[in-house]
């Protein structure tokens, strides 16, 4: 198969599909790796580091999409790539349709197979391909929120984690899956006071048993919300549905309770984020506010440190990367069921439920589209 792996064209976004090691491997299978000049710059991988592992340097990424079977990202593509999407052409990379009706119906009227790295399951209904960017975003959500907590930054002018004789940073974490519990731990790591929200109780039981002393675990309701916010001094929403648009948890009434100069960091703004007042923001301009409440939704954030990003994200994608260029995506879905979940559209038909629901579009059944 031929891959092409293009550069990314998001505003500030650093990381590149695939490292080196990783073009390495494909070559290895006997794969054509088409490589997009620069691609891998933002992330400290330059053309000759692709040339040396086997990859051919192409100059635009009209000839990546020409040429290619099988396209990657990092991020969804963007409205200059909608047309040269080709009939039956595997993307495979972070979609997130469920949050970009237009990108929906640009794919679907392309006709190429979207394999979304969101969506693949793994053992125990885990989403193995965003795990690696959740534990990132989830770190990087504490870090933001403590320099945006400063008052140079627009914030209260709070240390996370105080000082003696002076209380810590109160920090609520709304949701305990991947990024929240990442969250919560590295807010903890800096001494502030956390509350770790979610729904199921078996989670928190868990969380009660591996989380630091000054993390508490609490089961999340509106009240709880409501209650927590009006204390808090960082908000972190971490909430995830699979493929589905995320839930309005913190409302604009809320927002109004809150301290002045508090910070939100919506995690979910990929998804649409779970504040009512959350639009997505740039590293370029991340920050914004509203009802005097710090919001930060930048919808790419490991983007900002690329050089741990990538690496991280290769890990993971790699095997699927392989097993679907040396097989086919077809072949592929028929017999890895975390896969076929990957599926979001194909040939022209959604094939996710949670895209079609959003949108209000004709749900096909993978199945269906496999023959």
Request: charged residues 20%.
């Amino acid at each position: 198969m031929i891959v092409g792996i293009l550069k990314e064209i998001k505003v500030e976004e650093n990381r590149v599909s695939m490292t080196p090691a990783g073009v390495e491997v494909m070559v290895g299978h006997g794969h054509t790796m088409l490589v997009e000049a620069g691609a891998g710059a933002g992330s400290g991988f330059a053309d000759e580091a692709y040339q040396k592992a086997g990859a051919e340097i192409v100059a635009t990424p009209a000839e990546i999409y020409r040429r290619s079977d099988m396209v990657m990202h990092v991020k969804e593509p963007q409205p200059s790539e909608y047309d040269l999407i080709r009939e039956g052409q595997i993307v495979f990379t972070y979609f997130h349709f469920a949050a970009a009706e237009g990108l929906t119906r640009a794919f679907i009227k392309s006709k190429g197979v979207a394999v979304a790295y969101e969506t693949i399951t793994g053992p125990g209904n885990s989403l193995p391909l965003l795990t690696p960017m959740s534990e990132v975003a989830g770190r990087m959500a504490a870090q933001q929120a403590a320099k945006y907590a400063e008052r140079a930054q627009g914030g209260r002018g709070i240390l996370l984690g105080g000082v003696p004789g002076v209380a810590p940073a109160t920090v609520v974490v709304i949701g305990g899956g991947v990024v929240g519990t990442h969250a919560a731990q590295m807010a903890c790591g800096m001494g502030a006071k956390v509350y770790l929200l979610d729904m199921s109780l078996e989670r928190l039981r868990h969380l009660s048993e591996v989380m630091p002393k000054n993390c508490f675990p609490v089961m999340s309701s509106p009240a709880t919300i409501r209650e927590l916010v009006r204390e808090a001094d960082v908000v972190i929403g971490a909430v995830l549905v699979h493929g589905a648009k995320a839930p309005k948890l913190v409302t604009r009434d809320m927002l109004k309770t809150m301290k002045p100069g508090a910070v939100l960091v919506d995690v979910a703004i990929d998804q649409g984020g779970c504040f009512e007042t959350s639009r997505p923001t740039t590293h370029r301009e991340p920050t914004y506010l509203e009802e005097g409440v710090l919001h930060y939704c930048v919808a790419n954030m490991p983007g900002a440190v690329p050089l741990t990003s990538t690496a991280a994200l290769t890990n993971a994608t790699l095997p699927y990367a392989v097993a679907l260029a040396d097989r086919g995506w077809r072949d592929v879905a028929r017999s890895n069921a975390g896969v076929r979940e990957g599926i979001n559209i194909a040939l022209g038909q959604v094939t996710y439920r949670g895209v079609a629901e959003a949108f209000g579009l004709e749900y096909t059944p993978v199945g269906e589209v496999l023959g």
